[in-house]
């Protein structure tokens, strides 16, 4: 392994932010951002004021129901580190999206808002980290407003979240009466002032008499809380952090970029850098020579003027260079990637390299799919990158038969993204969306008149579930194909699978069939 690559992946840090709707998600990206100084990012921050960076057409569609639809990367510099922070969508029909892209960070970053505590989102979000033990950093948000108890806050998050919590900063009062925090690890106290731009008066040693001054009689409370909550409270273990075990948890107010700073000290002391990775075959560990990375994610149509598909590719080992040739091992090829992107702010970039950890983005023509692996020559397939079953199915109908053909593509690529999936019959000519979330048909109908000018609409289909077939027997499978040909079709990527139409059939058919695998996720093949 060479130096450049350990120091390279010791110095990135690649996260997600996850929250429920409203915690303070985009506010806080936002500040971040300002940190970084020059912003690079892909796709774009939700602008609720400004649409100065919406730059796709169907984000429209996100703002009019004020949901973060897409997801996108930002890269910035942070105290000499490189941040890779990648977005998730906070609503939850977008929960395929957003289960992906954590399959893509090395830690994530945890919202929540302090008056309402821990909401469902947070609660599915955290199930997903759990999946790979995510080490996870805790930011309770909106601390200007009133609030709940903090103790109790913490409480919620042990006992819901099932971690321990390790607070690290300490909210002095709330709402009107929000005075600062303290942090416990620097015996350190921030003021807060509100509306200002500098940082606040930083006072040092919680029996320093500039305390009393300040805050009277409440200098004394202070010091009385802190030691409860010491007491209290469990102290910071790195070890059972990284283990996902333990969250450290920071208070403050995103809007008012307070408490940021110290989140994102600790975020970048403590985080982890790019971590191994599992393949089918071994480990690759990020700083090997020879480069590896894998698909998460792909978008159709970023940008309107460019009328593309961007792959978003997560480098975990060695170091690309424009113009180097990789090796795509699904389908077996090298392909020279002369083109990659990465964004700075609207404008897209050239990525000229990328180290383990970061994120590149590559055009894709219809032969990238989610959970491709690129590799310099060895046949690797990263797993766990998932597709779940969907739950809601709608037979598509054309309004203007003579778009069949745009139709049919548009349907395809949007599927490629992974948030619809599309099923077409072995037996019949139908086209059969299948979603996770009910608000993904309307985005289907949105971008396929917007980015392809084909205007459509759903009919309700008799479909229950559908589930991936799979067959070690290769004349089994063929008997089942003959036998129950009615149900079956092909998936957007060309996978065979069996439509149910409801959960009866579908367990008749399973105890029919031992031999055939029914899966309700699918990892890439
Ligand atoms: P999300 O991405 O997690 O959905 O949340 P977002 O940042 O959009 O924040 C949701 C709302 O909470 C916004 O208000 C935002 O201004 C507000 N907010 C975020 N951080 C803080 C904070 O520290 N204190 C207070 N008091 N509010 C905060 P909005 O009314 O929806 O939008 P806006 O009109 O204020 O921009």
Redesign the pocket.
Same mark, same amino acid.
Request: hydrophobic share 25%.
């Given at each position: 392994m060479s130096d450049a690559i350990t120091q390279q992946v010791n110095k990135r840090r690649t996260f997600a932010i996850i929250?429920?709707?409203?915690? &303070? +998600?985009?506010? *806080?990206?936002e500040k971040l951002l300002l940190f970084g100084g020059a912003i690079q990012m892909a796709g774009s921050v +939700?602008s /609720? +004021?400004t649409d100065k960076h919406a730059t796709s057409d169907w984000m429209e569609m996100e703002k009019e129901r &004020?949901i973060?639809v897409t997801s996108s990367v930002m890269q910035f510099p942070y105290k000499g580190r490189v941040v890779n922070l990648l977005d998730t969508p &906070?609503h939850a029909d977008f929960s395929e999206d957003t289960y992906r892209t954590l399959t893509a960070v090395d830690s994530a970053l945890m919202?929540i808002d302090s008056a309402k505590g821990v909401e469902e989102r947070t609660i599915k979000l955290m199930e997903v980290c759990r999946l790979r033990d995510t080490p996870i950093l805790t930011f309770i %948000?909106? *601390?200007? /407003?009133e609030g709940r108890e903090p103790l109790e806050l913490l409480d919620e998050v042990e006992r819901i979240l099932n971690i321990r919590c390790a607070p690290m900063t300490w909210p002095i009062g709330m709402g009107k009466g929000f005075k600062g925090i303290f942090h416990l690890y620097h015996d350190s106290v921030r003021l807060f002032e509100p509306h200002s731009k500098d940082e606040g008066e930083l006072i040092q040693g919680l029996d320093n008499p500039r305390l009393d001054e300040l805050f009277g009689a409440m200098a004394q409370d202070l010091r009385d809380e802190i030691e409860l909550v010491r007491g209290a409270s469990d102290e910071f273990d790195l070890e059972a952090f990284l283990a996902g075990e333990m969250t450290p948890v920071f208070f &403050?107010?995103?809007? %008012?970029n307070?408490g940021v700073t110290e989140l994102m000290d600790a975020y970048v002391e403590y985080a982890p850098a790019p971590q191994p990775r599992q393949t089918k075959t071994r480990d690759v560990s990020p700083d090997e020579d020879v480069f590896s990375g894998f698909v998460f994610k792909i978008q159709a149509n970023m940008d309107p003027k460019h009328r593309d598909r961007i792959a978003f590719m997560r480098v975990c080992s060695g170091h690309y260079t424009k113009g180097m040739k990789l090796h795509q091992s699904r389908i077996g090829k090298d392909v020279t990637i002369a083109n990659a992107v990465t964004f700075m702010a609207a404008e897209r970039e050239q990525a000229e390299e990328a180290w383990p950890g970061d994120i590149l983005g590559l055009h894709n023509h219809g032969t990238i799919q989610i959970g491709d692996t690129f590799t310099q020559g060895e046949s690797l397939q990263f797993t766990g990158i998932p597709y779940f079953a969907p739950e809601l199915f709608r037979r598509v109908r054309l309004k203007d038969p003579l778009k069949n053909k745009a139709l049919l593509k548009g349907l395809q690529q949007l599927s490629e993204e992974g948030a619809t999936q599309l099923f077409r019959p072995l037996d019949n000519n139908d086209l059969i969306l299948g979603a996770v979330g009910v608000l993904q048909f309307d985005v289907v109908v949105h971008r396929l008149k917007g980015e392809y000018g084909v205007e459509c609409a759903y009919e309700p289909v008799q479909v229950h579930t559908a589930r991936w077939v799979y067959c070690d027997d290769d004349r089994k499978l063929e008997e089942f194909k003959r036998k129950a040909s009615l149900n079956l079709a092909l998936d957007g990527a060309g996978n065979l699978t069996y439509i149910a139409p409801s959960r009866v059939n579908l367990d008749l058919t399973m105890e029919r069939w031992p031999d055939i695998d029914f899966r309700a996720t699918r990892e890439h093949l």
């Open positions: 929250s429920h709707p409203d915690a &303070g +998600k985009t506010t *806080l990206t +939700k /609720r +004021k &004020g973060s &906070g919202v %948000n909106k *601390l200007d /407003r &403050g107010s995103a809007m %008012n307070f």
